[in-house]
């Protein structure tokens, strides 16, 4: 696949501005700040293509990042707790839209900080994805930041709470998990999606 070949494409405040399901789709879900727009950087093997912000919430719309296969989509960060309601409220319409579009969505990855147990809102969507039957997996990110032992800890738990899901542990600082991942995206979109 041609990650390197990729270009910003459209972002989309709301469902009417998102672009026709035309490519599958790998969807990047996570709270905010968790490193969603950084692990796209890194898969894209570019600096700053997806805005990056040690500011939470810097996110708020659906971007959109093409290469020739498929686009990759940044969702905008849930769980900050300073955005106001009614913003809560129209990202959780606008990411609900998203998902229930029928769209040729291939693979979402949703990302946790491997440092931390996974917030209830990182589990709310785990559970949802269970059941939606979308194909899925979790990249524990900033790995980058364990030393070894604790490595082994969080990596012990999180096989031990998820043991049926794919879980990648990941870094968008020294580059852990990417290749892998890049290689989970290939399948993904070479195995076609559901609405196909
Ligand atoms: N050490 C380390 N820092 C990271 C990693 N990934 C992201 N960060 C940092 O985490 C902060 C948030 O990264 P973003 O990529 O903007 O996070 P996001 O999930 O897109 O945030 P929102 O758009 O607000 O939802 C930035 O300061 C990044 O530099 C990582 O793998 N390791
Ligand atoms: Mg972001």
Redesign the pocket.
Known sequence: MRFENAAFEICAGRLNQLPDSTVPEIV?S?????????????ILNRKSL???????????TINFYRIPECRLV?L??YG?AKVSQSEKLRWAELVEGYLNAGRKICLLIQ?IDMRHEPTQDDLHMIDYLQQSGNPFLIAA?????LNKTQFTERWNMLQESFPNICVLP?????GIGIEELRGKIESACSAGCENQ
């Open positions: 990047f996570g709270r905010s700040n968790v490193g969603k727009s950084s692990l796209i950087n890194k997806a805005r990056v912000s040690a500011t939470p919430g810097k996110t708020g940044d905008p960060g900050y990302i990110t900033k790995c980058d930041k990941v870094s968008s600082l020294n």
